[in-house]
Nanobody
Framework: QVQLVESGGGLVQAGDSLRLSCAAS????????MGWFRQAPGKEREFVAA????????YYSDSVKGRFTISRDNAKNTVALVMNSLKPEDTAVYYC????????????????WGQGTQVTVSS
């Protein structure tokens, strides 16, 4: 079955960088748009970034644009999220997702979710 496994989270200070990775298995994901969502304590899950099948199209929320970069390696079935200039408000559990149908910004548009990896940014 489809499995998404995130890694790379941790505790960092404001201004630091982190690289999250997502390993996808169970089938070929090279034709799927993939992405990242996050959920902070007490808040709804929110869209972070998405990347189309070729990697040529990338989409970001306004809150991370210019600081985060999403990429993929279709040969390895992996997706990465490089997060620079981290802020305390970036603290959240980050989820790797596979897009199925609908607008990229809606969580209902994604049919597969990983278990998440915790990112904590201290001030």
């Amino acid at each position: 079955q489809v499995q998404l496994v995130e890694s790379g989270g941790g505790l960092v200070q404001a201004g630091d960088s982190l690289r999250l990775s997502c390993a996808a298995s169970g089938r070929d994901f090279s034709k799927d748009t993939m992405g990242w969502f996050r959920q902070a304590p007490g808040k709804e899950r929110e869209f972070v970034a998405a990347i189309d099948r070729s990697g040529g199209g990338t989409y970001y929320s306004d809150s991370v644009k210019g600081r985060f970069t999403i990429s993929r390696d279709n040969a390895k079935n992996t997706v990465a999220l490089v997060m620079n200039s981290l802020k305390p408000e970036d603290t959240a559990v980050y989820y790797c997702v596979v897009h199925t149908n609908g607008p990229y910004f809606f969580q209902t548009s994604y049919g597969h979710w990983g278990q998440g990896t915790q990112v904590t940014v201290s001030s």
